[in-house]
């Protein structure tokens, strides 16, 4: 299983940015997809998941209405599509493999994909 994240860059307060999870060894009907973000001050936070085969997501509260997630099993792919970005949304955006997608998050994770930098400024 090997995941792939890609899309972050600098944009401005209030842009918007496309994230993508690209996931080979297993289709997205087998596992939930979840992102994360993480920086020195906050450490590691989850972000949203999204179960394709029962089609459950979930979103930290921070990103409600602004980020929606979602999932393209010919590419097998999850896309982050995050709108109204803030400065306190920069951060190493990561996708991993999750068991499940719970109203509190993804839940067993399993493979980590490598990290894509959001940057937030003006």
């Known amino acids: 299983v090997q995941l792939q994240a890609s899309g972050g860059g600098l944009v401005q307060p209030g842009g918007s940015l496309r994230l993508a999870c690209a996931g080979s060894?297993?289709?997205?009907?087998?596992?939930?997809i979840g992102w994360f973000r993480q920086t020195p001050k906050d450490g590691r936070e989850v972000v949203s998941c999204?179960?394709?085969?029962?089609?459950?997501?979930y979103y930290r509260d921070s990103v409600k209405g602004r980020f929606t997630i979602s999932g393209d099993n010919a590419k097998n792919t999850v896309y982050l599509q995050m709108s109204g970005l803030k400065p306190d949304d920069t951060a190493e955006y990561y996708c991993?493999?999750?068991?499940?997608?719970?109203?509190?998050?993804?839940?067993?994770?399993?493979?980590w994909g490598s990290g894509t930098l959001v940057t937030v400024s003006s």
């Open positions: 060894g297993f289709t997205l009907d087998q596992y939930t």
């Open positions: 991993a493999t999750a068991l499940d997608c719970t109203s509190d998050g993804p839940v067993s994770l399993h493979h």
């Open positions: 999204f179960s394709s085969s029962s089609g459950r997501r």
